[in-house]
């Protein structure tokens, strides 16, 4: 795990003294992702520059230092990620008599690019990566991602220089950098929390999407690149499905099991000490058992702890870890500790971005860097087997709503907005947390055209975001147009698909590798990095994924053969953290000097009287509008933070 940075001029004048200057700012902005190393590639005639931070995982000696050349001659790179398949196509490219000074992935890459070009190359790999490749023979670069986008690529044009980076921070450090707050895109952020790809907040810079390469010359003009995709997670799941396993529930049983297996062995290969995060949930829980017994002895295990009652799941990992009998280290959290990572959150992604569940993230990582290098992570395993609720919940409640006419449902929903505060007396009564939040969330439902209208707004936080930021219109993407949805696959599928190409890499993805790679910590996650587990996931018919309103049942069959179900079998938690409490205690005041009418009117991005109204509702205990606040103060910290820099 590495950080990458890097300039294109089109027009080159500087001197490269004031290049290296320049590229020594943009690599120095990213240190974090790589403490151990760091190195500097140019070329003034034609304007290029490649950057590289090292964190050393693999081949530790200097033959692996970056940024590489390739034995010919023809290209440079600067290569962030890992191919972990890389030893076998190193065999393979043996066998046609080629030779190598080191043992490192990116030497392996760089061969086969020589011997068999870019795309074809990618095809060998497996792993998370995103890189940067300089061709001297055609003065053209490459910027490529990952098939799913575990690792992270920003670019974008100021003026005729194309600058690019793992991490914004690192583009503004360019001395030209500059660009300006893309309104649109912050109602996307609204909408979900996150800023989707291709959008980022300024307006002319993007992300890369996943299995893409971006290609420039020296005749490419400032914003007619080449985007080209190398490989398509929707298609793929369309071809999957079209292909599906006949195997019957104990060869698909053993089947995964072996994949999985196959897919964490080679992600334990390291030089350094490995260990995992371990929740006590499912899909954490699978990857250390797998782990553990792939080893030789104890695995290194994680977890974090809360004394808030609902938060803390501690405990479970505790078990789970006993019983499979890992090296476990778990730390209690006060809310005073897990409250004093809020002020970095703005610097650490760069971005506006809104998951509260990146301070345990953060902490768990910066817990495992005392002990280990490299951590796995059970991310992805809710999108490939049908883990979240709403999977089996939207299609369940449409079946009672959908042949109810949509007038008589609109007076119903009409009926209970005005009953709300008796029938959230009631639900409260009944034990329903939230009671407020579910009789408003009822109504909602019923108002809605379709299954489909039911799932975006359950994946939206303000549901016409453009109605909240001054002079914006919220852009089109494949969420908000169910038109466009695959029409071959099911519900259930639809949404398991859109959550893969939206909210894994843009949000849970984004999540991990910012926070870890805050704390110099590479995460490995193997539900997601591996391709053909998702290939095999989605030739798996969905009553292999959610049986009986539970999802995962068959990644559940592989993790009973070492964990007894009852140590598993528990409602879902996930890495939470007390936000709605904290922003009615000890976080008022902030919250109240970041959205104060003054400010957000001087600022002039958020129109006032929204979120003010729901900033009150949660102040009285209304409603809880935790995580609609979340958003809104996240983007207020990172403006400020911005501000200062």
Known sequence: MCGITGFFNLSPSETREKLQSTLEQMSMAIAHRGPDDSGLWLDETRGIGLGFRRLAILDLSPTGHQPMTSADGRYVMVFNGEAYNFGMVRDELAANGISFRGTSDTEVLLAAICEWGLVDALEKFNGMFAFALWDRQENSLSLVRDRMGVKPLYYGWIGNTLMFGSELKSMRAHPAFSADIDRDALTLYLRHNYIPTPFSIYRGVRKLPPGSILRI??????????????????EQILASRADPFRGDESQTTDELEELLTDSIRLRMLADVPLGAFLSGGVDSSTIVALMQQISSQP????S????????DEAPHARAVAEHLGTQHTEMYISSEQARAV???????YDEPFANPSAIPTFLVSQ???????????????????????????????????GKVPAPIRGLLANGIDQRAPTLSLLAGKLGYPNPADKVHKLADTLRAASPAQIYLDLVSFWKQPAGSVIGAQEPHTTLTDPSSWPEALSLAEQMMLLDTLTYLPDDGLVKVDRASMAASLEVRVPFVDDYRLLEFAWRLPLDMKIRAGLGKWILRQVLYKYVPKEMIERPKMGFGVPIDSWLRGPLLEWTEELISEDRLRREGFFQAAPIRQKWQEHLAGKRNWQYHLWGILMFQAWLENKNQA
């Open 217 to 234: 010359s020296s005749a490419t003009r400032p914003g007619e690149e080449e985007l080209a995709t190398y490989w398509s997670a929707s």
């Open 299 to 302: 695995v290194q295990t994680f």
């Open 304 to 311: 974090i702890g809360f004394n808030e009652s609902g938060y």
């Open 342 to 348: 809020i002020p970095s959150l703005a610097g650490m």
């Open 367 to 401: 817990l495992a860097r005392r002990h280990v290098t490299v951590s796995l992570s059970g991310d992805g395993g809710d999108e490939l087997f049908g883990g979240y609720n709403r999977y089996t919940w939207v299609e369940r409640i449409w079946r009672r709503i």
